[in-house]
T-cell receptor
Framework: GAGVSQSPSNKVTEKGKDVELRCDPISGHTALYWYRQSLGQGLEFLIYFQGNSAPDKSGLPSDRFSAERTGGSVSTLTIQRTQQEDSAVYLC?????????????FGPGTRLTVL | GENVEQHPSTLSVQEGDSAVIKCTYSDSASNYFPWYKQELGKGPQLIIDIRSNVGEKKDQRIAVTLNKTAKHFSLHITETQPEDSAVYFCAASRAGNNRLAFGKGNQVVVIP
């Protein structure tokens, strides 16, 4: 079946502009996660959704970052007033509920470049 | 929070040989340990995972072992092939806190 999809695949923006990144999870998956991967680094947790609520948003690096999820499906990560240090690959993952709720499947990511 | 470390950072092996990557974790409450393979320009792909109630799991040429006492787990790839070349990430999480804590990754290069 279809995996996690993300759009756009690449985004180049100017410093100070706002950007929106989209994630479509695997159909039926109740949990959704956002991570950030900087060049040559591991993945850094940003936020976790269970349904439409975000019980853990402790990884968001600043108040310029926000995310929402609607209809228990699509999620949008918004970065306001982008800075050069925001340049990274933003990865979304989803996981099923029940006994496999900790198993996360990743999308291809959005590569964000802030000039 | 959880701290996961991977060793070595880069590993080169001859095709057909075995590759072993080791990870250590700090949180004794962690109970889920997945391994991901990431190819250039792609998202991480789950290749195998293990939970703390077992010590070893195998799937064809890939196996993972877990030592809870020492808080380390390892990925074993046998009969390596050129398509195994990628960056491999280990991760850990605990029940009730589903965020994954990742290591920094290992670059595995299989030399034909």
């Amino acid at each position: 079946g279809a995996g996690v999809s993300q759009s756009p695949s690449n985004k180049v923006t100017e410093k100070g502009k706002d950007v929106e990144l989209r994630c479509d999870p695997i159909s039926g998956h109740t949990a959704l996660y956002w991570y950030r991967q900087s060049l040559g680094q591991g993945l850094e947790f940003l936020i976790y959704f269970q349904g439409n609520s975000a019980p853990d948003k402790s990884g968001l690096p600043s108040d310029r970052f926000s995310a929402e999820r609607t209809g228990g499906s699509v999620s949008t990560l918004t970065i306001q007033r982008t800075q050069q240090e925001d340049s990274a690959v933003y990865l979304c993952a989803s996981s099923p509920g029940g006994g496999r709720r900790d198993t996360q499947y990743f999308g291809p990511g959005t590569r964000l470049t802030v000039l | 929070g959880e701290n996961v470390e991977q060793h070595p950072s880069t590993l080169s092996v001859q095709e057909g040989d075995s590759a072993v990557i080791k990870c250590t974790y700090s949180d004794s409450a962690s109970n889920y340990f997945p391994w991901y393979k990431q190819e250039l320009g792609k998202g991480p792909q789950l290749i195998i995972d293990i939970r703390s109630n077992v010590g070893e799991k195998k799937d064809q040429r890939i196996a993972v072992t877990l030592n809870k006492t020492a808080k380390h787990f390892s990925l074993h790839i046998t009969e390596t092939q050129p398509e195994d070349s990628a960056v491999y990430f280990c991760a850990a999480s605990r029940a009730g806190n589903n965020r994954l804590a990742f290591g920094k990754g290992n670059q595995v290069v299989v030399i034909p």
